[in-house]
């Protein structure tokens, strides 16, 4: 427990650190009331936390017992990868596989984390801890802030919240599968995913963004009839670097490639002569 750099904080006398905002420009955007920032963290942390019923139910339906159910919340708590390692194991994929896959989805975090290190500047003594809340809701609600006490504010806020929040409905949900029946029949694998996407579409603002999102999209349902389960999952990420390798071709046009082609033609009738 989920990309850019922070400015230079202004220093003062005997160097110290002047708390000013974390935003890309000093004063670009006015200072929101906290409770404003409260308000908009509650609204996520209440709103994604309320999905853990539905991961309680998908994961004791996939056969996990309580406890590991428990578990997986307490110590992962990372809705996208608990439901990837889940809803493997129920569609017959290796342990190891879905395990991948799940870390894999995870590893974003750790991109989180080197923004949001930057921006919340806590204690190191706080860090570890704080680091097990860097998910995609604290950051999609952290980074937007204008000063670093909303940052924080914002932060602490749904973490807490969602943190709290989300043990329990996955407790909740896995005592009552039993009560609900067949829990496929009721479609809850598919929430955290569908608030994962909500959280991440407004996010895609530029054509690359779109273009790798969409591809990986692609590549997932081309692939998940053939592979095992899980390994779709891996194999989508490589929608990226295909997209930004197209994208250098692009930005090189045929100019550029013809003069290049020159360039090797001349070496070549270059080396002939000597």
Not at 111 to 132: N, T
Request: proline share 7%.
């Amino acid at each position: 427990m989920a990309e850019q750099t922070a400015p230079p904080e202004s220093t003062g006398p005997a160097g110290a650190i002047s708390a000013g905002p974390p935003g890309p420009e000093a004063g670009a955007r006015p200072d929101k009331p906290d409770a404003a920032v409260v308000r908009d963290a509650l609204g996520v942390g209440i709103a994604v936390g309320l999905s853990g019923f539905a991961f309680g139910v998908t994961s004791a339906g996939s056969g996990l017992s309580l406890l590991q159910t428990c578990v997986l919340s307490l110590l992962v708590f990372t809705g996208a990868s608990q439901f990837a390692l889940v809803g493997a194991l129920a569609a017959g994929g290796n342990p190891y596989t879905a395990a991948a896959g799940a870390f894999f989805l995870g590893v974003r975090n750790a991109f989180y984390g080197l923004r949001l290190s930057q921006l919340l500047a806590l204690p190191r003594a706080v860090r570890p801890f704080a680091a097990h809340w860097v998910i995609d809701e604290t950051t999609a609600v952290t980074l937007p802030q204008p000063t670093r006490r909303a940052a924080r504010i914002g932060f602490t806020v749904t973490g807490l919240t969602l943190y709290v929040l989300w043990n329990l409905t996955t407790l909740v949900g896995a005592l009552g599968a039993e009560a609900l029946g067949d829990t496929d029949a009721w479609g809850l694998d598919a929430a955290s995913p569908a608030v994962f996407l909500a959280l991440l579409a407004p996010m895609l603002t530029s054509t690359t963004e779109r273009v790798t999102a969409g591809l990986a999209v692609l590549l997932a349902l081309t692939l998940l009839p053939v592979l095992p389960a899980g390994v779709p999952v891996l194999l989508s990420a490589l929608a990226a670097p295909v997209v930004l390798f197209l994208m250098g071709r692009t930005k090189r046009g045929p100019n550029d490639w013809n003069a290049a082609d020159g360039s090797a033609t001349q070496r070549k009738k270059g080396e002939r002569r000597s």
